[in-house]
């Protein structure tokens, strides 16, 4: 019977260990990527039957409609999913408030801070439009609280007037579960927690569990990078110029190429983010402008026409969703890349003016006021030297053989000449 209680316990203890945690680090902005990330935790640990996820939360803000499939995915998960604000002088800012506040069991580290949840739009809407916006949101965090059983009064005011709150007052008012120190000391308040999930009432064993670092991946990184609008213009941008230097010079390859790869990216990145396909067509209207300047002469009205093409399309390129603050399209990035494409072709279509009035290099015209040396008397006709070569010249005044001569004129291949 001893015997039989022993390797009961021993299972026991050995069952315990063998607890797994799934953890993740979430420190940057709510975006595709970070919500492709989290879902794939959480799918992970359903698989691996996790004893819970543990998702550490450091971001200023990002897309709300990121932020909705993130809190869906939390809602359905049949494992626990713990939401820790840390390391200390992390935030919880914007979209990691509802984030937060959707957790099965929500801490904060030391010197942590969250709120400020107020959505913006990429653009200026008007009074109506900006409250039914902030009412929504309201509603949405509201039924989050009512959800996780949290202040649901707090969270309508992070949401309408943008407070914030340090991790020690968030406890206090029922935003948080709790404060930690480190993700050890989280792992041992939660052990033994009874947590309702998707799938039912789930304890928690986590005082022993074995903690697994979720990395990202390659390709959740890049998105992850290339999801900022800043980012994802400066590619759709360099694409552009790529192509047009190119198209300009034929056979550089390198342009082409890089153009090629930049513009792949952009388009990828930017059906990331919520986009205002008149403003795409507006940038592409002005790159065809562009290269029509090559073809056509329009003493430089196609460039201008491109260049107001390029900074409206510029503006509108991010849609009017609701966002939060962080992503954001940089207007001083928008106006620097405009300044710089007018530039550029004023530089372009200068050139192309100062080779139209240059004078010719070839051909009959090329020929016109060239000098060169007779070799014969000249009277009328004879021989004379141009450029190394013997040409038969014709001449109204007699010229002496050894004198110089200008070319003032070419008859098929006679030129006609004066003594100079």
């Given at each position: 019977?001893?015997?039989?209680?022993?390797?009961?316990?021993?299972?026991?203890?050995s069952?315990?260990?063998a607890q797994?945690?799934i953890?993740?680090?979430i420190?940057?902005?709510i975006?595709?990527?970070?919500?492709?990330?989290?879902?794939?935790a959480?799918?992970?640990?359903?698989?691996?039957n996790?004893?819970?996820?543990l998702?550490r939360?450091?971001?200023?803000?990002?897309?709300l409609?990121?932020?909705?499939?993130?809190?869906g995915?939390?809602?359905?998960?049949p494992v626990?999913?713990?939401?820790?604000v840390?390391?200390?002088g992390?935030?919880?800012g914007?979209?990691?408030?509802?984030?937060?506040?959707?957790a099965?069991?929500?801490?904060?580290?030391?010197?942590?801070?969250?709120?400020?949840?107020h959505p913006v739009?990429?653009g200026?809407m008007?009074?109506?439009?900006?409250?039914?916006?902030t009412?929504?949101?309201?509603?949405?965090?509201?039924?989050i609280?009512?959800q996780?059983?949290?202040?649901?009064?707090?969270?309508a005011?992070a949401?309408?007037?943008?407070?914030s709150?340090?991790?020690?007052e968030?406890?206090?008012?029922?935003?948080?579960d709790?404060?930690?120190?480190?993700?050890?000391q989280?792992l041992?308040?939660?052990?033994?927690?009874?947590?309702?999930?998707?799938?039912?009432?789930?304890?928690l064993?986590?005082?022993?569990a074995?903690?697994?670092?979720?990395p990202?991946?390659?390709?959740?990184?890049?998105?992850?990078?290339?999801?900022?609008?800043?980012?994802a213009y400066?590619?759709?941008m360099?694409?552009?110029y790529?192509?047009?230097?190119e198209?300009?010079?034929?056979?550089a390859?390198?342009?082409?190429?890089?153009g090629?790869?930049a513009?792949?990216l952009?388009?990828?990145?930017?059906?990331?983010l919520?986009?205002?396909?008149?403003g795409?067509?507006?940038?592409?209207?002005?790159?065809?402008?562009?290269l029509?300047?090559?073809?056509?002469?329009?003493?430089?009205?196609l460039t201008?026409g491109?260049?107001?093409?390029?900074?409206?399309g510029?503006f509108?390129?991010?849609?009017?969703?609701?966002?939060?603050?962080?992503?954001a399209?940089?207007?001083?990035?928008?106006i620097?890349?405009?300044?710089?494409?007018?530039l550029?072709f004023?530089?372009?279509?200068?050139?192309?003016l100062?080779?139209?009035?240059a004078?010719?290099?070839t051909?009959?015209?090329g020929?016109?006021?060239?000098?060169g040396?007779?070799?014969?008397?000249?009277?009328?006709?004879?021989?004379?030297?141009?450029?190394?070569?013997l040409?038969t010249a014709e001449?109204?005044?007699p010229?002496?053989?050894?004198?110089?001569?200008?070319?003032v004129?070419m008859k098929d291949?006679?030129l006609l000449?004066?003594?100079?």
């Amino acid at each position: 019977m001893k015997r039989f209680l022993f390797f009961f316990l021993l299972f026991s203890f050995s069952f315990v260990q063998a607890q797994k945690v799934i953890a993740l680090t979430i420190d940057g902005s709510i975006n595709p990527a970070s919500a492709g990330f989290i879902e794939k935790a959480i799918q992970k640990a359903e698989k691996e039957n996790a004893s819970c996820v543990l998702l550490r939360l450091n971001t200023p803000g990002g897309l709300l409609k990121s932020t909705r499939n993130i809190v869906g995915a939390m809602f359905a998960s049949p494992v626990p999913v713990i939401v820790y604000v840390a390391p200390e002088g992390a935030q919880a800012g914007s979209a990691g408030v509802f984030i937060t506040m959707a957790a099965h069991y929500a801490a904060m580290a030391p010197g942590t801070n969250i709120g400020a949840a107020h959505p913006v739009s990429q653009g200026q809407m008007d009074t109506v439009m900006n409250a039914k916006a902030t009412n929504d949101a309201v509603a949405f965090i509201r039924s989050i609280a009512e959800q996780r059983g949290r202040n649901q009064e707090w969270a309508a005011d992070a949401v309408r007037n943008s407070v914030s709150i340090p991790g020690s007052e968030a406890l206090q008012k029922g935003v948080v579960d709790t404060l930690a120190l480190s993700t050890k000391q989280l792992l041992q308040i939660l052990d033994g927690k009874r947590l309702q999930t998707a799938a039912g009432v789930v304890t928690l064993h986590t005082a022993n569990a074995d903690v697994e670092e979720l990395p990202m991946g390659f390709m959740l990184k890049l998105l992850n990078i290339i999801s900022d609008p800043n980012v994802a213009y400066l590619l759709l941008m360099i694409g552009f110029y790529g192509i047009l230097f190119e198209l300009y010079n034929p056979g550089a390859i390198f342009p082409g190429i890089i153009g090629g790869i930049a513009l792949i990216l952009g388009l990828y990145a930017l059906n990331t983010l919520p986009v205002n396909y008149a403003g795409l067509a507006l940038i592409i209207f002005a790159i065809i402008l562009f290269l029509l300047e090559i073809k056509i002469t329009s003493h430089g009205m196609l460039t201008i026409g491109g260049v107001l093409a390029l900074l409206l399309g510029s503006f509108m390129l991010i849609r009017d969703d609701v966002t939060f603050p962080l992503l954001a399209l940089s207007k001083t990035l928008i106006i620097t890349t405009t300044v710089f494409t007018t530039l550029f072709f004023a530089f372009i279509i200068g050139l192309g003016l100062k080779a139209q009035q240059a004078k010719p290099t070839t051909g009959r015209e090329g020929m016109i006021g060239e000098t060169g040396e007779a070799l014969t008397d000249l009277s009328p006709s004879g021989t004379v030297l141009l450029h190394g070569e013997l040409w038969t010249a014709e001449t109204a005044t007699p010229v002496v053989k050894g004198e110089r001569i200008k070319v003032v004129a070419m008859k098929d291949f006679v030129l006609l000449v004066e003594k100079t």
